[in-house]
Nanobody, 120 residues
Framework: QVQLVESGGGLVQPGGSLRLSCAAS????????MGWYRQAPGKQREVVAT???????DYSDSVKGRFTISRDNAENTVYLQMSSLIFDDTAVYYC??????????????WGQGTQVTVSS
């Protein structure tokens, strides 16, 4: 059973930094495209950043230049370094692991989420 456990969320002032972690068990993340998503109150879940199996990264325009996604396959963990945080970054952040199976279907797994609150 694949499990993803996020940690590192919390309360931070505008301009501050946080690092989120997503620890995986039951599988190895090296075979997955890993991603961070977020959902603010009253809004749909949106993609924040993704990293492919060959470490190609992509970011939403709203976080580009401020957030960095990385993976440590040896630790089976994905990170999201967040800097220059703004009020609009307040959301529950979710970790996702996604890959296409040999049968063509998409296997997708989610963590339980970690709250990030940016407030003065």
């Amino acid at each position: 059973q694949v499990q993803l456990v996020e940690s590192g969320g919390g309360l931070v002032q505008p301009g501050g930094s946080l690092r989120l972690s997503c620890a995986a068990s039951g599988t190895i993340i090296s075979i997955y495209t890993m991603g961070w998503y977020r959902q603010a109150p009253g809004k749909q879940r949106e993609v924040v950043a993704t990293i492919t199996t060959n470490d190609s990264t992509d970011y939403s325009d709203s976080v580009k230049g401020r957030f960095t996604i990385s993976r440590d396959n040896a630790e089976n963990t994905v990170y999201l370094q967040m800097s220059s945080l703004i009020f609009d970054d307040t959301a529950v952040y979710y970790c996702n692991a996604r890959r296409r199976s040999v049968f063509g279907s998409i296997n997708s797994y989610w963590g339980q989420g970690t709250q990030v609150t940016v407030s003065s």
